[in-house]
């Protein structure tokens, strides 16, 4: 007993505070790619600074087709993601949806003090639950659990809540918590040059953060699709508007259909 609580309880304990989550204004671009070194998928990012509010929104397309041949259905899966931080930083609210051309889901929480109040719309179905918002300051999704890192240092450690959205795909909400651990400074290729970053480390996900904070490169085990490589690469604000009118289309395609 006392080694499974040194090994699974005392490391949640000891976490300390999350890295500052101060997204710098503007866009950036990550590729995915699947261990064939195929690419399956785009995401686009945006940050925008208002007075006494900093929303992030990302829109990622993939590609289930050539993701794998176990999905139920063919065709593109979006995800599209809104967080909105306060002005000390704080996870004030958030909304995530995914749209496929068989189910569509919505996610959404908001803060209420200590707790987030989350609602979810799945298909028909509609699900409610509660989240401590001390343990859901850093919120992702599975697929790509990290967007920027900034003031990381070697030892650093933190909790992490990812959405899970192949649960949305079988009706159900579900959300992870998972323990993310700064292991030590590491130099990758990247863009053709060598890039000194901080390798962070968690369940299923090694990424690496340059100094400015922003990630590089992540690598996802993902459940039944197996590993993924994101990468930062340029912003194409043309292909961003194409998923986005994409996802519109599939949207109305399904609400056209009777039985959609």
Known sequence: MTALVQRDVLPYWRAQEPPAHQIPDGSFQVGITNAAGMRVGTTWVSAV?????????????????????LMP?????????????????????????????AVAARIKGTRYDSEFACIAQIGKVTQTMAMDAELSRYLGDSFRPFTHLEN????????LRLIEPLAMLRGAMEFSTRLVKVERRETIRH?????????????????????????????????MLGKWTLEDEAYNDRDRLAA???MMNLREERHADPAG
């Open 73 to 101: 259905f063919a065709g593109d899966l979006f995800l599209d993601a809104d967080l909105s931080y306060d002005p000390q930083g704080r996870l004030d609210g958030f909304v995530f949806r995914m749209e496929t051309s």
């Open 152 to 159: 990381l240092h070697v030892g650093q450690t933190w909790r």
């Open 191 to 223: 863009a053709g040059k060598d890039v000194s970053c901080f390798r962070i480390e968690t369940e299923g996900t090694v990424a690496w953060a340059d100094d400015t904070g922003r990630v590089l490169r992540q690598e996802v085990q993902v459940p």
């Open 244 to 246: 986005k009118k994409a």
């Open 49 to 69: 600074r208002m007075a006494d509010l900093v929303t992030v929104h990302s829109t990622t397309r993939l590609d289930l087709q050539g993701i794998s041949n």
